[in-house]
């Protein structure tokens, strides 16, 4: 048996009995694979940014799936025919390459445009264009699939895979234990997408057998060398949020307060100075929501704990832990003292209790009244609105680091600072958007980045006055 073959089959054997680590794959492809594999997904949006390995993985789970399971048939289908095969079939022809399936084991047919294999299973290749003469699609109204891959979701019409959809598990799907299923791959858009999975998967609410998974070009580590450096060069913004960050919701909202850029540099920003330690503290409200701490030096801050649905005894052991382990002083603790945080607070005498809707502070470094020697109070609706505003702008001036949380924290992080908004001004007050408004746009609650602004009351708040507070 030539090596090649020997190596295909070697992979084959391992693709039917699960070992998807064994194929050479991205650790998000391999979680991508078990989802088509597994026995209630139906459908799957594999979509993200540009680069993140997501046709490559179409590719290798139809090859192997058509090598495995003979005289099964199977689609990928794409808006243009002419795109298909000018860049899809370079995807397969890497992929065929790195499984070391040898040429001959399939054959194009490039009059009725399928891909034929050796053990009678078929690839088809469908161009998904929207016609006007057939708007639901039913030129593939009546063909048979044991299941298949849109490429490129975003540039195709919902009937397609609405109509694709329905042909999917027809063919020896009951053979061979396998259910009809199609893969979605994308980059965000605002289209059937965005409505069908990725807002649903955002706010918990994805239909019985729908799956979306994001995969960004950092998730890809066979990504070809320059592969970032080519995202971060784009100059369009929003094209760049798109494909760099595989940003869903990015339309340029001029109330955003900290714009994505500057977001982004969070953890980047390792010129920031150390400083005084300091430490603040968002208490849960309800049993879903999280209590989190974060510890600062300067305005250099580091995630410290998550803690989930903890009552106030263990919330407050856990900020001493903190205060023991960053050399603390209670008098440099912010603790949010809203409902619950109260409790905690009262467990950790000397600390400084944050009042969102309380009056916002005079800053200290501002000029005085000529007339009175006062300080002129700061034109904020409350005291929650001014820190943020505070922080936001001390974000976009680069001189806040976030330490890196790790991707799937700092994932969560970002988006919520992307909802740090400001309101039409009411009688000339500033204002922020309600946290009754981030979680509508979230679909969760704003954990991790509210105790971020309370780190400013330490700024506002003279020495001589905390013990007041
Ligand atoms: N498992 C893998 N093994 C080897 N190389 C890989 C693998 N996955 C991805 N790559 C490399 O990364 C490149 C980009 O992957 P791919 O084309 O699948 O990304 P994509 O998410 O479809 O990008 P786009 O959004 O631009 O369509 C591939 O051309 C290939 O060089
Ligand atoms: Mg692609």
Redesign the pocket.
């Known amino acids: 048996m030539p090596p090649s073959l020997s190596r295909t089959n070697a992979l084959v054997a391992a693709f039917k009995a699960g070992f998807y680590d064994l ?4 650790p998000k ?1 391999q979680e991508a694979l078990q989802i088509l594999m597994d026995s209630d997904t139906k459908a799957l949006a594999f979509g ?13 789970w139809l090859m192997l799936c058509a090598l495995a399971y003979p005289e099964t048939r199977w689609f990928i289908g794409r808006e243009e025919l002419k795109r298909l095969r000018e ?1 899809t079939f ?2 397969l022809g ?2 065929r390459r ?1 499984l070391g399936i040898a040429r001959e084991a399939y054959k194009y047919n490039g009059q009725d445009h399928y891909l034929q294999f050796a053990n009678g299973s078929r690839i088809d290749l469908l161009e998904l264009k929207y016609l006007p003469s057939d708007p639901l699609y039913e030129r593939y109204g009546s063909v048979e699939y044991t299941g298949g891959w849109i490429e ?1 979701g975003g540039e195709v019409a919902f009937e397609a895979y609405d109509t694709l959809k329905s042909r999917v598990g027809r063919q020896l799907n009951d053979k061979y234990g396998l259910l009809g299923k199609i893969l979605i ?1 994308c ?1 965000p858009k605002k289209n059937w997408l965005y409505t069908e999975f990725y807002k649903p998967f955002k706010t918990g609410k994805l239909l019985r057998g729908l799956r979306f998974l994001q ?1 960004l ?1 950092t998730d ?1 580590l ?3 060398s320059g ?1 970032i450096e080519a995202l971060e060069g784009i100059k369009d913004k929003i094209k760049r949020e798109r ?1 760099l960050l595989g940003n869903w919701e990015y339309d340029d909202d001029p109330t955003v307060l900290v714009p994505f850029e500057h977001i982004a540099d969070l953890p980047r920003n390792t010129h920031v100075p150390d400083g005084l330690p300091a430490i603040t503290v968002d208490v849960a409200r309800f049993g879903s929501d999280k209590s989190v701490i974060w510890s600062w030096r300067g305005f250099r801050a580091k995630l410290e704990r998550v803690l989930v649905g903890a009552d106030t005894t263990v919330v407050a052991k856990a900020v001493r832990e903190v205060m023991q382990a960053r050399q603390c002083p209670p008098s440099r603790t912010v603790i949010d003292d809203d409902g619950i945080g109260g409790g905690v607070r009262d467990q950790i005498p000397g600390s400084i209790g944050f009042v969102n809707n309380s009056r916002p502070l005079p800053d200290p470094t501002s000029e005085r009244d000529r007339n009175t020697g006062k300080q002129l109070p700061e034109n904020y609706d409350n005291l929650k609105s001014q820190c943020k505003f505070r922080m936001a702008e001390r974000m976009v001036k680069a001189q806040v680091y976030i330490e890196d949380p790790g991707p799937t924290v700092w994932e969560l992080l970002s988006e919520e600072l992307g909802q740090w908004k400001r309101m039409e001004e009411e009688d000339r007050k500033m204002r922020a958007v309600s946290k009754d408004k981030e979680k509508e746009a979230l679909g969760r609650s704003p954990d991790y980045a509210d105790p971020l602004y309370q780190r400013e009351l330490l700024e506002l708040v003279r020495p001589q006055r905390r013990g007041l507070l």
């Open positions: 194929l050479s794959l991205n492809q993200g940014g540009a680069n993140g390995g997501k046709s490559w993985l179409g590719g290798e860049s370079l995807t890497k992929v790195s490129e791959t980059n995969s070009v890809n066979k990504r070809e592969a494909l």
